[in-house]
């Protein structure tokens, strides 16, 4: 069998662009799958067998030579300009851009080619918490535990106390989806405590999770009270997706706490602000919650239209969270569909394995399901409730 060839992404990616040509037909000229294409033209797969790169070349018209990196020093950045992207990327709004689009992926590429280790200890810090908030956006906590120890560490090192905040942040989140509550609640306090060296959007994410974690643990009020003060501290110094989620909380709240209108109030306003910042998954969750709020109103149309709105905007976002079928299954609760509840609430429990508080939500919605006149009869296989 003959040596892989090494592709040159960056002229690859030029000569489809200069032909005119989709990357869905390149695919189906070649027999390959849509993404094989996508990751040759995007330099994740850079090497191609030499009898599809032969196919490849007939299609662009040009020989096979011409396609690929016969030297890598020419696309590879040297130390020192991996040194000036990690001191730029540190700085960056990287996060503010590629997050609410969800291309966690390529942050995570990004800050993790130019970690170098000969970086300031503040710098590299920076770009450690980056990644650890890169890789638990994607559920590799394994690997954003790494990385928020390492930001945690680098920031005692230097004595940057901002850092030092938003590490505590992440492991703050860390802790409580592991399912330590009483220990994600004391670590946001200690990164509150910080809060003379915080902007007021870095206070806002702080009062917005520790919110986020009172309110479903049922202390409503003083999960009410933070989520208030993160959207006065986005107020200030915010951005719109920061503004959706906290919005996005408010109106799960005010269902919680039965205030109908209150929540549709929040749900238009998350929605609102989703759409500034094209923040899709935001879109998808303002869907879910107008569904919610349909089902409580007994409007059964309206609240299957947004349900189905909102299951498919996550479904091409490639996003299954325990969550979103948990609060499908409310809805088809609310509307008395006992059998789509509970198919709702076992996906969700499936989906919550590794998160101990999702999974405790998500049983408590089946008890709930499971009460349902007339009751509902378990699926062959369907595990028991604990």
């Not at 303002?286 to 007994?298: G, N, S």
């Not at 408590?364 to 604990?386: F, I, K």
């Amino acid at each position: 069998m003959s040596a892989p060839l090494q592709l040159n992404p960056t002229w690859l990616r030029n000569r489809v662009a200069e032909l005119g040509l989709r990357q869905w037909w390149l695919a189906e000229q070649l027999g390959v799958d849509r993404r094989t294409v996508l990751r040759w033209v995007n330099g994740q797969v850079r090497q191609i067998a030499p009898e599809r790169a032969q196919a490849l070349a007939a299609v662009l018209g040009c020989p096979v030579t011409e396609m690929l990196l016969l030297d890598d020093s020419r696309e590879l950045a040297s130390p020192a300009d991996q040194r000036a992207a990690g001191l730029a990327l540190a700085g960056s709004a990287l996060l503010d851009r590629l997050g609410p689009v969800g291309e966690w992926n390529v942050v995570e590429q990004l800050v993790r080619a130019n970690a170098v280790p000969d970086l300031p200890l503040h710098v590299l810090g920076r770009l450690y918490h980056q990644l650890c908030v890169a890789c638990w956006r994607q559920d590799k906590l394994a690997e954003a535990t790494r990385h928020n120890q390492a930001s945690l560490d680098l920031a005692q090192r230097c004595g940057d106390h901002s850092l030092h905040a938003d590490a505590l942040g992440s492991l703050a989140n860390l802790q409580r989806w592991r399912g330590d509550t009483n220990a994600a609640l004391a670590t946001w306090h200690e990164a509150l405590a910080l809060r003379a060296w915080l902007t007021p959007r870095q206070r806002g994410a702080l009062h917005n999770n520790l919110g986020a974690t009172l309110y479903e643990s049922g202390d409503l009020a003083a999960g009410r009270a933070e989520l208030v003060q993160a959207l006065a501290c986005f107020d200030t110094d915010g951005t719109p997706m920061n503004r959706s989620i906290t919005h996005g909380h408010l109106a799960l709240l005010a269902l919680q706490e039965g205030q109908v209108d209150e929540a549709a109030h929040h749900a238009t306003l998350s929605q609102t602000q989703a759409a500034l910042a094209d923040y899709r998954r935001g879109l998808a969750l303002a869907a879910l919650l107008q569904a919610l709020v349909a089902a409580h109103r007994k409007q059964a149309d309206a609240a299957s239209a947004a349900l189905a709105r909102g299951l498919a905007a996550f479904a091409a976002l490639g996003i299954q969270e325990s969550i979103n079928h948990r609060l499908a299954a409310q809805v088809w609760r609310l509307l008395g569909d006992a059998a789509a509840a509970h198919a709702a609430c076992l996906l969700a429990l499936q989906l919550a394995a590794g998160f101990p508080c999702e999974r405790a939500a998500a049983e408590d919605e089946l008890r709930r399901v499971l009460a349902m006149s007339p009751p509902v009869t378990s699926q062959p296989g369907a595990a028991p409730l604990p």
